[in-house]
């Protein structure tokens, strides 16, 4: 144990220039590694470990930046020498990340591309451990102006049934939709459920002059395109 004390130092024992507080006012926060980031976020170390230790930890813990971020308070609190505060901190912290990828949807809803969708729902649906179905309601500016949630849990034609889908966007008179769910097992690819459901509701939108645009699913960070895939012809 003596040996172990005389070996270890703290931060505020490193170089200045290695510490990284001093090296994110120098170099900005671009510069610091993620261990190092987490490390200015819990503040302090313990008696035999760093701050940037704990943040080496936490990451061969939960592997990546961005399982970490899906992570709760209990496990944060699984390393030790994270506690409640600095666990409290970890979790306000990527809430506000999440919060913060959300936002430009809500100042630009214009759909040009997949990607200004999933730009946006790649983050709100990270996490979720359940298959969720939503129709985006556009106007024919190709605008955005509602998003309906139509079920949760694995697809199925009885859940997902054109009446469901189609209900709001008559209501709200919207010119066309956008079809999106989610894959919580992290392949983008459609089945052959999803592929029926889409060809049922492409058709059923012809009928009532509301074209689906594209039927987008996410997974991960990766996701796929109907339309981008040339499966709504």
């Known amino acids: ?29 671009s510069s610091l590694s993620d ?15 760093s701050a940037v230790d704990l943040g080496r930890e936490l990451l061969e813990k939960y592997n990546t930046i961005t399982d970490l971020a899906k992570c709760d308070l209990i496990q944060f609190t699984k390393i030790s020498g994270i506690g409640p505060a600095k666990a409290i901190t970890l979790a306000a912290t990527f809430e506000l990340n999440k919060r913060l990828k959300s936002a430009p949807f809500d100042e630009l809803r214009v759909m040009r591309t997949p990607d200004d969708i999933t730009d946006y729902y790649i983050s709100k649906y990270r996490g979720i451990m ?21 079920s949760t849990g694995s ?42 459901i889409t060809k049922q509701l492409k058709e059923s939108g012809k009928i009532i002059a509301i074209e689906v645009l594209d039927h987008i699913i996410v997974a991960g960070d990766k996701y796929f395109s109907f339309a981008k895939n040339g499966l709504l012809k």
């Open 1 to 29: 144990m003596d040996s172990e004390k005389s070996i270890f130092k703290s931060i505020k024992d490193w170089r200045s220039d290695e510490r990284p507080r001093e090296r994110l006012l120098r170099n900005g926060a």
């Open 130 to 150: 359940q298959e969720q179905f939503r129709v985006l309601l556009l106007n024919s500016s190709n605008q955005i102006f509602k998003e309906v949630l139509i």
């Open 35 to 49: 261990a190092e980031l987490i490390a200015i976020l819990i503040g302090n170390g313990t008696k035999n470990k």
């Open 155 to 196: 697809l199925n034609a009885s859940i997902v049934h054109p009446r469901e889908v189609f209900r709001e966007a008559i209501t709200n008179s919207s010119a066309s939709i956008v079809l999106l769910h989610n894959h919580p097992s992290g392949n983008p690819y459609p089945s052959k459920e999803d592929i029926a």
